[in-house]
């Protein structure tokens, strides 16, 4: 069974960091983009970052640029969102994905999905 599981979501105050981290399992993902989107209650699911296979390429949505990092390791199936000065606005439920195929900002390219992992940044 192909998974992906995230973790590492909590409470934090604005200001503060918290990294998620997103484990795959049952296939390999490095050959994969990965990507880290989130929904807000009543808002539809937005993409927040992605990294290509190699971990040399990657992209971020405007409001999370020179705040969150996206980096892998392939040995471990794993990829990690590093977000730092975080904001009221940036709560949400992360989600984890991935596809067989070059970076891309739209949700419905994505094949694989996690559960998601709830965010919340209290002012």
């Known amino acids: 069974q192909v998974q992906l599981v995230e973790s590492g979501g909590g409470l934090v105050q604005a200001g503060g960091s918290l990294t998620l981290s997103c484990a795959g399992s049952g296939r390999t993902f490095s050959s994969d983009t990965m990507a880290w989107f989130r929904q807000a209650p009543g808002k539809e699911r937005e993409f927040v970052a992605a990294i290509d296979w190699s971990g040399n390429d990657s992209r971020y949505t405007s409001s999370v640029k020179g705040r969150f990092t996206i980096s892998r390791d392939n040995t471990r199936n794993t990829v990690y969102l590093q977000m730092n000065s975080l904001k009221p606005e940036d709560t949400a439920n992360y989600y984890c994905?991935?596809?067989?195929?070059?970076?891309?900002?739209?949700?419905?390219?994505?094949?694989?999905w996690g559960q998601g992992t709830q965010v919340a940044v209290s002012s």
């Open positions: 994905s991935a596809r067989a195929g070059a970076i891309s900002i739209i949700r419905e390219r994505y094949e694989y």
